[in-house]
């Protein structure tokens, strides 16, 4: 009699803990490697273009603070004009990494970014995969801007934060 009350306490227990230990395990499922891929992919432009990062919260608190920076937001105009971080202005860059900057591109760049080399300089785009803002960040770096960063979670991350937007009418 005993040995059968506590199988119906095991038993049970057991089935708890397999489906606990499934759900663990679920959690480390194949989506991982994706994660991975996404990271070592964006630690990499990183250490490509040497400029540094900035998260969502950050680019918030430095806005509240009325931190001295110029926002830049790399997407396209259709897109700022919708909506954008507060204070950013525009200026539209491509997809992928730029490996050069045509004469026009640069100059829209250098007269946007303006003589001050130590300028706190934040450029967004769309979300973390897009290399807008990796090719702004770089570029201002290679330039000679000395602190060019980049907000990597871009205009979605801000969104997702629930942080306020402003449009063009």
Not at 142 to 163: C, M, S
Request: charged share 30%; aromatic share 10%.
């Amino acid at each position: 009699m005993f040995k059968k009350k506590g199988l119906w306490v095991i038993v049970p227990m057991f089935i708890f803990l397999l489906a606990l230990t499934g759900n663990a395990l679920a959690a480390w499922g194949p989506k991982e490697l994706d994660t991975e891929k996404n990271a070592v992919t964006f630690a990499r432009e990183v250490e490509r273009g040497g400029y540094k990062i900035i998260s969502t919260a950050e680019l918030k608190d430095w806005i509240d603070q009325k931190k001295d920076a110029l926002i830049v937001d790399t997407n396209p105009e259709a897109s700022y004009k919708k909506q954008h971080v507060p204070t950013s202005v525009h200026l539209e860059l491509q997809r992928p990494e730029m490996t050069q900057l045509d004469d026009k591109t640069k100059e829209a760049l250098l007269k946007l970014l303006g003589p001050d080399k130590d300028r706190v300089i934040v450029f967004y785009c769309g979300f973390t995969e897009c290399t807008r803002s990796h090719n702004g960040a770089m570029w201002a770096t290679r330039l000679g801007y000395k602190n060019a960063y980049r907000h990597p979670g871009g205009i979605k991350a801000w969104n997702e934060a629930d942080y306020p937007v402003e449009s063009v009418k």
